[in-house]
């Protein structure tokens, strides 16, 4: 006889459970709220911090102490740059900030253009997505520049610090559960579990919190959505948008005091061993713990001391892929930056290669006197700070990205900045690790200056103006420390003795008459900025809405 196949059927239960299921998915829907795509780590981000409106129509910036009208003039190009601190410009003075040579750039040129810098020092890519909707919806923006990568695990390791039992695996799970209705529902019934904020005595290089590649997926996720995001309000504004590739310094180590992934840790016998083997043994535990962020930093320090550039950068390139506690931009975000500028009405700017390109060496590094280097490799103050002469070559790397790209005209001018100033005069402008450079009352006050320390700067410049009252740059940089605390009257009296003196600068000249239409009007009471700048949630909630395809 034949055999008669049988049918599969469902158990009886589970066709029950499903059904249930799918009942309450439609019973719920409408009593609870949407799904939020963010990841738990990310709900909460920092306050952007706006500035403040004054009298005239004219607005002012907390972080690059730019006043500007709200309204741009007519045929006037206003550029936004958003980041965190390395747009700044932490570490040197305002008038060395990159945005700011950027418009000194343009300006020599012939170009009527206002770069705003619109920093916010230690924030990450969602409160630079924040920044620019702000801008774009509020300032008339009509190009826009984003440098950021820098601070994508700060938020992160603080989570997973106040939550120990949290970790990436569990919020892949978590995300997706959270697309039921049921699951959404029940959050709502349990109040969240309160957890103390990190205090500002704790900084993000003392979190003893260590990521992994989970983690790196996660944060790498993250920056991508955002950045899909500042494209899409671009796009919907016909707003060019420049993405920016991050440069750090190579030859900043990752954090030796966190324990080592894998079998090697840096305090260990087996790590003086093969520190001690010389180049033979150090290729091969090379090859054998590939991904210690450690052991590639030494083969990278020892191949760039035998003079296989090369084989240094590759080295020390992936060590900062494989920090376990990251500080700067990862090399994998170079990539995503790269991808989205693909998508139209992005353009690239490669800042990273462009700078290789122009160093000797091939490796970006920072100056320090304990490790002599060529000249013309010294770009950074720190891990990621640019120095004057890094802040120097990314103007002119920008200005050059963006006549290329057709986004501002040529112009009729000059195409390289003549600097106000000596150089030697410039350089002093930098914060130096070095103590006994900042003995004197005026390198004091450039430390503050740099530092944002506005109240404690003015005092250290006015002790320097009366050793020098004629030296221009402290009358400059005591005008710019004024303006941050709202002391418009001041502010323009030192920027007039400024200009008396033979200083030249046309941003100060053209911020001046704008000083004066604020103290045509009686000043309000000067606001108090809260700082640090709260944690707050994000009122505005990533939604992965699909930016245009590549055409």
């Given at each position: ?11 009886r ?10 009942l ?37 910036l907390?972080?690059?102490?730019q ?14 740059v958003?980041g965190s601190?390395?747009?700044?410009g ?5 008038f ?8 000194r ?21 969602a409160a ?26 700060h ?25 039921l ?12 579990r309160?957890?103390n ?13 260590s990521?992994?590649?989970?983690d ?20 919907d504004?016909?707003?060019p948008?420049?993405?920016?590739t991050v ?12 324990p080592?992934p ?5 305090k260990s ?12 043994g ?8 590939s ?8 083969a990278?320090r020892?191949?760039?001391?035998e ?12 060590s ?51 490790d ?15 120095g004057v002469?890094?802040a ?15 986004l501002?005209?040529p ?11 000596s ?7 930098q ?15 450039h ?28 009358w ?15 502010a ?13 600068d046309?941003?100060?000249?053209r ?11 009686p ?5 108090e ?23």
């Amino acid at each position: 006889m034949p055999q008669r196949h049988r049918r599969f059927r469902l158990p009886r239960t589970l066709v029950l459970l499903v059904g249930l299921l799918a009942l309450t998915e439609l019973l719920l829907a409408t009593q609870v709220g949407p799904r939020v795509p963010t990841p738990l780590p990310y709900r909460k981000t920092m306050e952007p911090f706006w500035g403040w409106d004054l009298p005239g129509g004219v607005h002012l910036l907390p972080e690059s102490c730019q006043v500007f009208l709200n309204e741009a003039p007519e045929g006037r190009l206003r550029v936004a740059v958003l980041g965190s601190s390395a747009v700044a410009g932490d570490g040197l003075t305002p008038f060395h900030s990159f945005p700011w040579l950027l418009q000194r750039r343009l300006m020599d040129r012939g170009l009527d253009v206002e770069v705003l810098n619109l920093a916010q020092s230690g924030a990450d890519s969602a409160a630079h997505r924040r920044v620019l909707e702000h801008a774009l919806e509020h300032f008339g923006i009509h190009l826009a520049i984003v440098y950021t990568g820098n601070n994508e695990f700060h938020r992160l390791r603080a989570y997973r610090y106040l939550n120990p039992r949290w970790n990436s695996g569990v919020e892949t799970v978590r995300s997706a559960l959270e697309r039921l209705a049921l699951y959404r529902w029940l959050q709502q019934l349990s109040p969240p579990r309160p957890t103390n904020p990190v205090g500002p005595e704790i900084g993000m290089g003392e979190i003893p919190v260590s990521v992994n590649r989970l983690d790196v997926a996660l944060a790498t996720a993250h920056y991508r959505a955002n950045l899909e995001a500042m494209v899409a309000a671009c796009q919907d504004r016909k707003v060019p948008l420049l993405l920016c590739t991050v440069a750090v310094n190579d030859l900043s180590a990752p954090n030796i005091g966190a324990p080592a992934p894998g079998e090697l840790g840096p305090k260990s016998a087996e790590w003086a061993r093969v520190l001690s083997a010389s180049h033979p043994g150090l290729r091969q535990a090379v090859l054998r713990w590939s991904t210690n962020p450690y052991l590639l930093y030494e083969a990278g320090r020892l191949a760039r001391k035998e003079g296989r550039l090369e084989e240094a950068r590759q080295a020390l390139v992936r060590s900062r892929e494989f920090d376990p506690r990251p500080m700067r931009a990862l090399p994998s975000f170079r990539q995503v930056v790269l991808d989205l500028a693909r998508l139209p009405g992005a353009f690239p700017c490669d800042v990273e290669e462009a700078l290789r390109e122009r160093s000797r060496s091939g490796l970006l590094l920072a100056t320090d006197a304990r490790d002599p280097r060529p000249e013309g490799d010294d770009y950074f103050l720190d891990g990621c700070h640019p120095g004057v002469e890094g802040a120097r070559q990314i103007a002119e790397i920008l200005d050059q990205t963006l006549v290329r790209a057709g986004l501002v005209p040529p112009g009729t001018g000059g195409t390289r900045l003549a600097p106000a100033v000596s150089r030697d005069a410039e350089d002093l402008e930098q914060w130096s690790p070095n103590p006994d450079r900042n003995e004197h009352a005026i390198l004091r006050g450039h430390r503050k200056v740099a530092f944002r320390h506005w109240d404690k700067a003015k005092p250290h410049y006015l002790k320097a103006i009366s050793q020098a009252p004629e030296n221009a740059l402290l009358w400059r940089n005591l005008g710019r420390a004024r303006l941050a605390r709202q002391d418009i009257q001041g502010a323009r009296q030192a920027y007039r003795r400024f200009l008396e003196l033979g200083g030249s600068d046309p941003i100060i000249e053209r911020e001046l008459p704008l000083l004066d239409r604020v103290l045509a009007h009686p000043l309000p009471p000067r606001p108090e900025r809260p700082h640090p700048p709260p944690i707050v949630e994000d009122p505005q909630p990533l939604h992965h809405r699909p930016v245009q395809e590549i055409r």
